[in-house]
């Protein structure tokens, strides 16, 4: 096995050398990557490598960004007051950096405004054009018709 770590000389080991020296230097011997030819070991201290790893994942963890899903709701006839109300909350999310489900309610017959509420989605996904790209365009799903936007890239 190849042997690495701090007061070591670094190069080609038996196993049965390998754990001597970890044992004269009072340390553990510990596989780093296994799928290496010939394999390859450090002699440190175990409890302080888990220590390490667990540290760089938690970094990594943090580093990494949770999509937030924020929901505006129309109906098939929502007026214009309403509608600017909406878009200015839509205006907002997007520029927090949260994606967008915009979706029209259809209640009891009105279900035959479909085309209204698709006409509304599709306004309100241009007008949100500077602000957000269009992941998912209105699609019909049981009552309700529903449309995705992302933020822009900034």
Do not use: W
Not at 9 to 22: N, S
Not at 112 to 134: F, H, M, P, T
């Amino acid at each position: 096995m190849r042997l690495v770590g701090d007061n070591v000389e670094i190069g080609v080991y038996p196993i049965a050398e390998a754990k001597k020296l970890a044992d004269d230097l009072e340390l553990d011997l510990v596989e780093i990557s296994p799928k290496a030819s010939p394999p390859v070991c450090k002699i440190i201290d175990y409890k302080k490598f888990v220590y390490e790893q667990k540290k760089r994942e938690k970094a990594l963890k943090s580093k990494t960004t949770k999509v937030i899903i924020k929901e505006i709701r129309f109906g098939p006839q929502t007026d214009d007051h309403d509608y600017e109300f909406k878009k200015k909350h839509a205006i907002k999310f997007l520029s927090d950096g949260a994606k967008l489900k915009a979706f029209v309610f259809f209640k009891g017959r009105s279900i035959v405004y479909k085309d209204q509420g698709e006409i509304l989605l599709l306004r309100l996904a241009q007008e949100l054009e500077e602000y957000g790209k269009v992941e998912q365009m209105p699609r019909l799903e049981g009552k309700r018709m529903t449309m995705f936007i992302a933020p822009k890239k900034k």
